[in-house]
């Protein structure tokens, strides 16, 4: 059985930074898309990061390029850097993972990720 579980979350300033994490289990590390997702209330959830587990190919939303990175262990936990973190960034994020493919396209799409995580709550002030 596949369980995702998030961590990280918490309230910062403006300008901070956060580092979420994604411990993962149930399925074999290699050859997955992971991603990162966040949504607001009354808003879809939208893609944020992917991440191909068989390498290290990465793609971001343009809203947080130069400022999120995301990587993971080769075990079975995913990471999200998050700096110079803005209000704007403020929503819950899940982690999400598709196993058996690569990243291409995925990043605009929920319903290609079966798996989800329960979210963590980011929360950025000014």
């Known amino acids: 059985q596949v369980h995702l579980v998030e961590s990280g979350g918490g309230s910062v300033q403006v300008g901070g930074s956060l580092r979420l994490s994604c411990r993962t289990s149930g399925f074999a590390w290699g050859m997955n898309c992971m991603a990162w997702f966040r949504q607001t209330p009354g808003r879809e959830r939208e893609g944020i990061a992917t991440i191909y587990t068989g390498g290290s190919s990465t793609e971001y939303r343009d809203s947080v390029k130069g400022r999120f990175t995301i990587s993971h262990d080769n075990a079975n936990t995913v990471f999200l850097q998050m700096d110079n973190l803005r209000p704007e960034d403020t929503a819950m994020y899940y982690c999400?993972?598709?196993?058996?493919?690569?990243?291409?396209?995925?990043?605009?799409?929920?319903?290609?990720?079966?798996?989800w995580g329960q979210g963590t709550q980011v929360t950025v002030s000014s």
């Open positions: 999400a993972a598709a196993t058996g493919g690569y990243c291409h396209g995925k990043l605009e799409t929920t319903s290609d990720f079966p798996y």
